[in-house]
């Protein structure tokens, strides 16, 4: 259960970049005269005109008064800021297991080698009276991780078919062109823009990791206390992030953009949930 908890953030970016493969035809373009009952047709689903139209639609608005980079940029910070209700919950939890993580450490090693039934139960109970004692809901919080999971197809889909993106330019090159293509015509200010999206998704990610052992450097070692072996959270992270990079140099540049802004929204998200609500509780 720890481990599935510890996981499924990086999980979630795993299932979200596979889900991205499944999405609707690259030649759709939505323009501010498509009309909503288009996207019931020619195959689309329910959840392009329920989700992706509208955002869409709001990139190809702004355009006219904002640039389409700025346009990304707002369009990207007002989800975040909608379903920031949805993730703050998940995103304490998952950063108070973080912060827990020697307690969970010192409970399993003190049943390491113990596989009868009554140690399974008894170190099972001592886990739960942890995460009692700090108001942790392991599994309650996972559902608010996958509501996101359609919000992000959503964005990912409005900035590759908004007719607003796809015939725009940053500095005279076209958004809809790939960091791969720029590199080819030696575009370097698209490449600089695709390494800071792929630094910020790292950070991002590793973000709550830092934090965590930040704040346990200044808890008190209990003797003989060994420190957390995360090899196959790191492996999947770094999975996670090699396939958003790898992707990513594929994909138009608009969408280099919107990593980068989503990655920057949540390094302040994870401040600010660290500032305002870990480090206040635990005063």
Avoid at 143 to 162: D, E, K, N, R, W
Avoid at 192 to 216: D, E
Wanted: hydrophobic share 50%; charged share 15%; glycine share 6%.
């Amino acid at each position: 259960m720890n481990r599935l908890f510890k996981n499924k953030k990086i999980l979630l970016s795993l299932i979200v970049l596979l889900g991205l493969s499944g999405c609707m035809a690259q030649d759709v373009i939505i323009s501010v005269s498509t009309p909503f009952s288009a996207m019931w047709t020619g195959g689309n689903s329910w959840f392009e005109a329920l989700f992706v139209y509208p955002l869409a639609q709001i990139l190809n608005w702004l355009t006219p008064y904002v640039t389409v980079t700025v346009a990304i940029v707002l369009v990207t910070l007002g989800v975040k800021l909608l379903t920031f209700g949805l993730t703050v919950k998940s995103t304490i939890a998952s950063q108070k297991m973080q912060v827990l993580q020697p307690e969970m450490n010192r409970i399993q090693a003190k049943y390491a080698g113990k596989a009868d039934n009554e140690s399974k139960m008894k170190q099972g109970q001592e886990i739960q009276a942890l995460y009692a004692k700090h108001n942790i809901n392991p599994l309650g919080s996972i559902g608010t991780m996958f509501i996101q999971f359609p919000v992000i197809i959503a964005m990912y889909q409005a900035v590759i078919h908004s007719e607003a993106v796809k015939t725009s330019s940053l500095f005279g090159y076209a958004l809809s062109n790939s960091p791969q293509k720029a590199f080819a015509d030696g575009q370097w200010f698209v490449l600089v823009i695709f390494a800071f999206m792929a630094v910020a998704q790292f950070v991002s990610i590793k973000l709550p990791t830092w934090l965590a052992k930040a704040r346990a450097q200044k808890q008190p070692v209990r003797l003989g206390e060994k420190p957390a072996k995360g090899m196959n959270t790191d492996m999947m992270m770094y999975t996670s992030i090699g396939l958003i990079v790898f992707l990513g140099f594929t994909w138009p540049t608009a969408m280099s953009l919107y990593w980068l802004v989503t990655s920057l929204a949540q390094i302040a998200q994870t401040y600010y949930i660290q500032k305002a609500y870990i480090e206040k509780e635990a005063v």
